[in-house]
């Protein structure tokens, strides 16, 4: 039987990502164990972003499972959902206010009631100091799922993000900030907090 990098727990990041790379959007789907709700909320997000925004989306839903697998439900639903709908405020909002604008529609236009998939959305974009396991999931998701190129850090986050999620967030945080900074864009507070909150929790595992 050929070895399939995408059933079971990711012994092998990087053959996971290159496989799941080559998915159609209904094996996204399968393979996440999307059902109905997600199926209605997939064409809500079709008819709201562009189609490689879609596709952004089931790979960071398809991740953040992933991620999830080991502490099973209620973790592994909810990570689903909000990592379907993360972007889901992208067309209405600038890049620092889509996480804030995607709560707001998924709670009062989707009805999404769970709290913790609604942080986890608005949180997305800059992280946060002390995460909630569902919100340093979509996070880590966002900037490692398969679609993703050419970006600082991509392969150790990568590397890091099945085994050490902290660490991959706090790489990932340092590195945006850098980016940021670099590039002369506003820096939002909490990915500051974040860079430094991950850094110092590395340090004390050392
Ligand atoms: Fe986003
Ligand atoms: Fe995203």
Redesign the pocket.
Known sequence: MRKNALSGPVPDPEAFFAEAAGLTDPQFMRLAGAGSTERKLLKFLRKQLKPQ?VR??LG?MLTAVKMAENDGEPLVSRVRLAGLL??CG?SAADALGHGPAGERIAREELGITDEAVLSAIRW??TGRAGMSREELIIYVA?YI?PFRKDLPVLAMARRLAFTDPEGAAGLIARSTAAHIRESGKTMDPHTLEAAQYYSAAEGEKA
């Open positions: 925004r952004h989306s960071v993360h972007d992208k997305h974009t966002d799922e």
